[in-house]
């Protein structure tokens, strides 16, 4: 194990789990599950939302596609809603995600200046702002 590596990962879950709970907290927030730690993707997650307006938001360390940590905001039945996906070709655009309908702000982007946490926590509830004032499709 890379002991480096393994704090940093900690740190990330940590902050991911920190701001999801206060997601959960937040009494605009439908019906949000308990986060947990997904094996199939490795990291934690909730979900929330009605049943029209449902997403799942986490913390990833990483992927193929998107590289280094990302938050995210994973839609769930976009065909439902009326969802503006052509994002600008510098993925500046609301539901940016390069390999699914949601949002993403990689780790990398967060403001140096700012607490990481409180980043986190505004990410996903301006994201889950931005889903719960789409229309249906």
Known sequence: VD???AAFLGAWFGLGVAALEALRADAAT???TRPQLWPGHFDPAVEAGDGDHRASYGASPG???TGGPYLYVSVWYPDRLALDRS???DGSGPWNAPSFTGRVLPLDRFPADADPVAVAVDFFTATRDLLDATPLA
């Open 87 to 89: 994002a600008p070709a």
């Open 63 to 65: 992927d193929p596609v």
């Open 30 to 32: 439908v019906d949000p």
């Open 3 to 5: 002991p480096a590596g």
